[in-house]
Every structure is written in structure tokens, then in C-alpha cells.
């Protein structure tokens, strides 16, 4: 299936009323670092606190008449999005995730009625569960990212940027396993063509950015961040995100373990807001310099909430950190 402006209609249509459409607010403390209009895309207000939301409810909406279920892995937002859009259309649903996955996440998705299953020490490990329980169950597999009905689902807040600021240059993207790269690039670059879109990753483990590199999907290590939703491989069979990334990405920046810990600090401090670390890559690239001038303004997606509460408040309390085998210094926020 090759997509196109048209999915991403038909998804805002099949979304509408479940997913929420978001604001985008203006950061006056990134402009006046940036030099330029800097806007945050608030996905942290959806129901569920993240934009997976967007994708599980198009892909639940498009499910056959008659499934019993669905399965999936994730690094919690995608299981609280299909457990969120399962339990709205009263389907059984199981969320595979691997001990990486922090406990509030696991929680949430508990909460939302859908069954857990903990399994490994990676995204690959929840993925070979989920296609097990597919095969033995009778579940549908839902992907995180490497799914038509899921990237047009997340393609929906490309129109909405466009919507709300026509002359937008650049749009900042958190970047994993490129289902909301892919979609936002298709909608925003079917709309304006001149449009840069741009992934950003943790450094550790940036599985698109490596797999680009090399031409075809590879495995990389997964390590602990405080980006851990950006964490897992895009899959050896990826047959949509990838391809998609590859043709419309205009350029991807690695972020540091520090510079997305001061990034935290800086949305908390200076717009009172609370997002995970994969929601402030954006923000983290624009404070190192890492990016360049786009010649007008810049939006970055602030893609979810769902922190480990205790963790958060090491960071904003400026508290060291320990990510396996990489320490942290604390460091009290300084504008
Ligand atoms: C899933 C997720 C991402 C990355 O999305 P992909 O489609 O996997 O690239 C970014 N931020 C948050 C909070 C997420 O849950």
C-alpha cells in the first residue's frame, strides 16, 4: 500500500472525536535562544497524554468486523493508545513491553483494562511476543509505526501544523521507529513541498538514523535513555516507515543523554510544562546549536507526558542520573 495526502483525510475523519486536536503555543524562551518563532505541538494534551492515540484509533477503526482482538508491543505510548482504542470498541487487548519500559507507562496501560505481558530486555524481545500471541491467539497485530492505518493516523498532526501556521519552514520531529516522521512528512510535504522536516534521536540507539545510513533496516543496541520511548529497532522487515523516512526526512540530529536532560529542565522552568525525554529532542538539538537556520519559524512536536514521576523530579531538581552505564552530574536548571 503506498500513502498519500488522502489517507491522512480519511484518518483525521476516523480520529475525530477520540484523538484531540492539539494546540500549538508559541515558546518564547526557544525563540529568543533560536532567534526564530519556535512553537510546541502539544500531543501531550491528548487523552492518553501522547499522539499514538492518533494511530491506534485509525488502525482500531479500520480493524474487520469480527476480530476478537488486537496485540502489540511498545514502549508504553503505542500500548496506551491501543488500549485506550480497544477498550472503546470492546476488544480484548494485550501489550507486550520489555523491562525497560518504565512503571508508570505499564501502569497506565493496566489501567485502561488491556492485559501486560513483560517480557526481555528489549523492543525486539516484545516484538517476538506479539507476533507469537498474533500467530497462537487469533490477536491482529498492531505495529507501533510500521503500519499504513498508524502512520496516517500520526500524518494528522501535519495538517494541523500547516492548518495553523501556513509559513512554517521547519518541523522538529522526535524520531524512533518513524511512524510519526513518515506521517507528518507526508501530509506537511503534500501540503507545502519547501517544507524541511527533521528526525531527532538520542545518540545510543538511533535505529532509522543508522538504518538510513546503511541503506537497509539494522539492528542497533538498546540501551537505557531518558528518551526510553525513542527506544527499539524499526525491525528487519520494516515495510512502510522506513522507506517513507528515507524518501521525505530532510535530515536527522543526535541528541546527547545531557542535552535532552537540560531539554526537560528547560520546558519545565521556562513553559511549566511536564513531557518525556522523547518529547524535547527538538528542543534539546535547537539548545546545543545542533541545527541550522531554517529562515522562519520552527515547530517541534511535544509527543507525550507520561513520565516516571520519580525520575522527572531527579532531573527538574537538577539531581544526578544514572542510565546503565552512563552517569548523569546533576546540574540545577540556569537558563
Ligand atoms: C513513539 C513515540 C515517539 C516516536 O514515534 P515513532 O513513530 O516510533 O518514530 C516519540 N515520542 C513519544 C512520546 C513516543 O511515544
Known amino acids: 500500500m503506498s500513502l498519500s495526502l488522502a489517507d491522512v483525510l480519511a484518518a483525521r475523519r476516523a480520529i475525530a472525536g477520540v484523538?484531540?486536536?492539539?494546540?500549538?503555543?508559541?515558546?518564547p524562551h526557544m525563540a529568543a535562544v533560536t532567534g526564530a518563532e519556535f512553537l510546541l505541538k502539544l500531543e501531550?494534551?491528548?487523552?492518553?497524554?501522547?499522539?499514538?492515540?492518533?494511530?491506534?484509533?485509525?488502525?482500531?477503526?479500520?480493524?474487520?468486523?469480527?476480530?476478537?482482538?488486537?496485540?502489540?508491543?511498545?514502549?508504553?505510548?503505542?500500548?496506551?493508545?491501543?488500549?485506550?482504542?480497544?477498550?472503546?470498541?470492546?476488544?480484548?487487548?494485550?501489550?507486550?513491553?520489555?523491562?525497560?519500559?518504565?512503571?508508570?507507562?505499564?501502569?497506565?496501560?493496566?489501567?485502561?483494562?488491556?492485559?501486560?505481558?513483560?517480557?526481555g530486555r528489549s523492543q525486539d524481545d516484545a516484538l517476538a511476543e506479539s507476533r507469537r500471541l498474533a500467530r497462537e491467539e487469533g490477536l491482529v497485530e498492531l505495529s507501533p509505526f510500521d503500519d499504513p492505518l498508524v502512520i496516517a493516523g500520526q500524518g494528522t498532526i501535519g495538517l494541523e501544523l500547516l492548518e495553523?501556521?501556513?509559513?512554517?519552514?521547519?518541523?522538529?520531529?522526535?524520531?524512533?521507529?518513524?511512524?510519526?516522521?513518515?506521517?507528518?512528512?507526508?501530509?506537511?510535504?503534500?501540503?507545502k513541498p519547501s517544507i524541511r522536516v527533521i528526525g531527532i534521536t538520542m545518540d545510543r540507539g538511533a535505529a532509522m538514523h543508522e538504518s538510513v545510513r546503511a541503506g537497509r533496516p539494522v539492528e542497533v543496541e538498546e540501551v537505557p535513555s531518558l528518551a526510553d520511548s525513542l527506544g527499539g529497532g524499526i525491525g528487519l522487515d520494516n515495510r512502510h516507515s522506513f522507506a517513507l523516512c528515507r524518501a521525505l526526512l530532510d535530515d536527522y540530529v543526535l541528541v546527547t543523554e545531557a542535552e535532552i536532560y537540560r531539554a526537560i529542565q528547560t520546558l519545565y522552568f521556562e513553559d511549566r510544562m511536564?513531557?518525556?525525554?522523547?518529547?524535547?529532542?527538538?528542543?534539546?538539538?535547537?539548545?546545543?546549536?545542533?541545527?541550522?537556520?531554517?529562515?522562519?519559524p520552527v515547530a517541534t512536536i511535544v509527543t507525550g507526558r507520561n513520565v516516571d514521576m520519580a525520575a522527572f523530579t531527579d532531573v527538574v531538581a537538577?539531581?544526578?542520573?544514572?542510565?546503565?552505564?552512563?552517569?548523569?552530574?546533576?546540574?540545577?536548571?540556569?537558563a
Open 19 to 27: 484523538a484531540v486536536r492539539t494546540p500549538l503555543v508559541p515558546s
Open 164 to 191: 495553523d501556521r501556513p509559513d512554517l519552514a521547519a518541523i522538529l520531529v522526535p524520531l524512533s521507529g518513524g511512524g510519526l516522521a513518515a506521517g507528518v512528512a507526508l501530509a506537511a510535504k503534500a501540503i
Open 44 to 119: 501531550i494534551a491528548q487523552p492518553i497524554g501522547a499522539f499514538k492515540l492518533r494511530g491506534a484509533v485509525n488502525a482500531v477503526a479500520g480493524l474487520a468486523a469480527g476480530v476478537s482482538g488486537v496485540v502489540c508491543c511498545s514502549t508504553g505510548n503505542h500500548g496506551r493508545g491501543v488500549a485506550y482504542a480497544a477498550r472503546a470498541r470492546g476488544l480484548r487487548a494485550v501489550v507486550c513491553m520489555s523491562s525497560l519500559v518504565p512503571r508508570a507507562k505499564v501502569d497506565g496501560i493496566r489501567a485502561l483494562g488491556a492485559e501486560v505481558r513483560i517480557v
Open 274 to 296: 511536564v513531557a518525556e525525554g522523547a518529547s524535547v529532542v527538538g528542543i534539546a538539538a535547537a539548545k546545543a546549536g545542533r541545527l541550522p537556520s531554517f529562515g522562519g
Open 318 to 334: 537538577g539531581r544526578p542520573v544514572t542510565l546503565g552505564d552512563i552517569h548523569l552530574e546533576g546540574r540545577a536548571y540556569a
